[in-house]
C-alpha cells in the first residue's frame, strides 16, 4: 500500500487547509488511518485518526475544535481540515495506516505517506 499526502502550503495564522490523503493498492474501507506531524527539532506527534466504522474518529487535545478527519472511500482518500491555524501548527504532516495498537503512537503504523509541509506564519 502506498500512501501520498498533498495540500501543505503556506498560510497566515486564522487561516484554513486541507490536506488530502491518497492511498493506493489496497482500499482503504476497512482500515484505521491517521495523521501525524513532526516540526524541526521535535518529535513525531499525533494529530488525528479515524477508523473505518462510522463515527470513530480521535484528536490531539492541540487540534481538537479545529481539524477535522474524515474519509473519502470513493476517492479512497483520508483528510484533514485545519481550521484556525496557529503558528505552533507549522509542521511535516504525514498519513499512515494503522497496522495494529494504540492509535496515538506512531509505532502503531505500518505505512506511511512521505509528508507535506504546512507553515503557518503569525
Known amino acids: 500500500v502506498q500512501l501520498q499526502a498533498s495540500g501543505g502550503g503556506l498560510v497566515q495564522a486564522g487561516d484554513s487547509l486541507r490536506l488530502s490523503c491518497e492511498v493506493s493498492g489496497r482500499t482503504i474501507s476497512r482500515y484505521d488511518l491517521g495523521w501525524f506531524r513532526q516540526a524541526p527539532g521535535k518529535e513525531r506527534e499525533f494529530v488525528a485518526a479515524?477508523?473505518?466504522?462510522?463515527?470513530?474518529?480521535v484528536y490531539a487535545d492541540s487540534v481538537k475544535g479545529r481539524f477535522t478527519v474524515s474519509r473519502d472511500n470513493g476517492k479512497n482518500a483520508v483528510i484533514l481540515q485545519m481550521s484556525m491555524l496557529k503558528f505552533e501548527d507549522t509542521a511535516v504532516y504525514y498519513c499512515a495506516r494503522v497496522g495494529g495498537g494504540s492509535w496515538y503512537l506512531a509505532s502503531s503504523y505500518d505505512s506511511w505517506g512521505q509528508g507535506t509541509q504546512v507553515t503557518v506564519s503569525s
Open positions: 479515524i477508523g473505518w466504522r462510522p463515527g470513530s474518529a
